[in-house]
């Protein structure tokens, strides 16, 4: 056996009859892919801060501390502008939404 598998390949030991291992298999294929995380697309809430991230030829380029629709504070992180326009939102409308 190679040092490297896929743990999806992988089924439980069922016995000597070969006919519960297929059976078996097929339901632990359906639980495996019950169990995997699914993950929401993060949308953009409001803006809580901005800051210069580099200036080059007189373009300034900014990062902004983008709270996420139904995350935590705490989860906040920073964005560049083109990254929430790739997420369909504009800056001046998020910096509208902030207090």
């Known amino acids: 056996m190679p040092p490297i598998f896929n743990v999806a390949d992988l089924y439980r030991y069922a016995g000597e009859n070969a006919d519960d291992i297929v059976g078996d298999q097929e339901k632990q294929e359906t639980d495996w892919v019950k169990q995997l995380p699914t993950s929401k697309e993060l949308q953009p809430e409001r803006i809580l801060d901005k800051k210069l991230l580099k200036k080059t030829r007189g373009q300034e380029y900014f990062q902004y501390l983008v709270k996420w629709k139904d995350q935590p504070l705490a989860d ?19 910096m509208d939404r902030s207090p």
Do not use: F, P
């Open 76 to 94: 906040a992180t920073w964005v560049r502008d083109d990254i929430l326009q790739k997420l369909g939102n504009s800056v001046e409308e998020l």
